[in-house]
């Protein structure tokens, strides 16, 4: 497979005429049906990848779980086909609570977290018998203590900080001293006593996460030591972070490179006996997805710009941390050269940039664009600047396609003014 289509969902082609497809539809055909932008997503792409996590730790770790992290695409369609596929579900909040369960999720299966947990998300947690409640503070436990009935006791985790540095953004980073989440090993050693105590709730064990677009395996097997020392208990959550391939330089480890290390930090460190929980999200989405464009201005000058009719509303990850994507003119996916542009989004923002430097097949007007590696954290920070309608999702396999979210309408834009 050439470099370009290999960024791409596996299993996208190139047609006889040049044109992408993805899931076995055509970009044209797709950008017909939905318009753009659309975020496609490859189904089988994204089924073989949760297939793959959960098949590739059970091998490793019998006693284990995959609980994909919601967050990295917090939609019911994706959130389903984890649950069909036997997957858990990571919950950051209350909103993720419901799209988990109108997926049809177990949610003994659940996983909440939060830095900031409010009564409302903990009443729920407790009303629907979420699985595992992470315990990030001393207030969550206040509250779980106030909601949950007498003669029932909730499971939880205790978050800890494992004071591992990661080579990745610093806003993505979580498991460095001085993080906003979880606590330091001797404020959780202090808390575990205090739910040891407590008849309301039921300590299952540790957990820990590093952060996330992590290239490298060893922050991971780093962080394992740290929750090994504050005890021997039933469950360790490992969280999530691995990265995913973006651009053509990123060379991500591969899923069993990521568990081999992983496990063996647990076998170091970790009762034999006990349940291990791997909280993927990035990694397990962002391969599985493309967004198309159309290109509605070409400007040359010193720098050529590619303006297309999307960006920064549908693809906050450049301007957030600075992510490197790639892109290619979905019409012509054989040409052999190109022209270098920036490519940019219609919003009103000089940030609003989706690759700065990138090589275009003599793009004009009404080109298609497609940006890969668009399925994680995208449709999540969608949003609606400059009343941008945040965009559809579909889900392409086998030649076919379906709306799973639909686009927002100017009605949509107008509905939650009151006055
Ligand atoms: C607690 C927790 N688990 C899992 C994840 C998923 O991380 P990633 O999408 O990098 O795999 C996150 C995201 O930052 C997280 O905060």
Request: contains cysteine; glycine residues 10%.
């Amino acid at each position: 497979m050439d470099a370009l289509l290999s960024l791409f969902p596996p299993g996208s082609e190139r047609g006889d005429d040049g044109m992408l497809l993805i899931g076995g539809c055509r970009a044209d055909a797709l950008a017909d049906e939905f318009g753009t932008p659309v975020l496609v997503v490859s189904e089988r792409a994204l089924r073989s990848r949760a297939r793959e996590y959960a098949d590739e730790l059970a091998a490793r770790w019998p006693r284990s779980r995959v609980v994909f992290a919601s967050k990295a695409f917090p939609c019911t369609a994706v959130q389903r086909v984890m649950v069909e596929e036997g997957l858990g579900l990571d919950v950051a909040g209350g909103g993720e609570i419901v799209t988990a369960l109108a997926a049809g999720a177990d949610p003994a299966l659940l996983v909440l977290h939060g830095n900031a947990k409010s009564d409302e998300e903990i009443a729920m947690a407790v009303e629907h018998g979420i699985g595992l409640v992470v315990v990030d503070n001393s207030d969550d436990v206040d509250r779980l203590e106030a909601t949950v009935p007498a003669g029932r006791a909730q499971d939880v985790l205790v978050r800890v900080i494992p004071g591992v540095q990661a080579d990745t953004h610093a806003s993505v980073l979580t498991g460095h001293e001085g993080s906003k989440f979880g606590l330091a090993p001797s404020a959780a050693a202090e808390l575990i006593g205090r739910i040891e105590r407590s008849p309301r709730l039921r300590l299952q064990g540790l957990h820990v996460h590093v952060g996330s677009q992590i290239l490298d395996v060893e922050p991971f097997a780093k962080s394992v030591a740290p929750i090994a020392a504050l005890g021997e208990f039933p469950v360790y959550d490992l969280g999530g972070g691995l990265g995913a391939r973006y651009s053509y330089e990123d060379r991500p480890p591969s899923v069993p490179e990521y568990l081999d290390a992983l496990t063996g930090a647990a076998r170091e460190h970790l009762p034999g006996d006990a349940e291990l929980i791997v909280e993927p999200g990035r990694s397990m989405v962002a391969s599985a997805a493309a967004t198309i464009y159309r290109v509605v201005t070409v400007k040359r000058g010193s720098v050529t710009f590619v303006a297309v009719d999307g960006g920064m509303g549908d693809n906050l990850e450049v301007a957030l941390f600075g992510q490197r994507f790639e892109a290619a003119v979905a019409d012509r996916m054989d040409a052999t050269d190109g022209e270098t542009v920036t490519l940019v989004g219609r919003h009103c923002e000089s940030g609003d940039v989706l690759v700065d430097g990138v090589r275009l097949d003599a793009p004009r007007v009404g080109d298609l664009i497609a940006v890969p590696a668009t399925g994680a954290y995208c449709h999540t920070m969608a949003n609606n600047y400059n009343g941008n309608r945040r965009i559809p999702v579909a889900f392409a396999a086998d030649g076919a396609a379906r709306l799973v979210v639909r686009r927002e309408t100017w009605a949509d834009l107008l509905a939650r003014d009151v006055d």
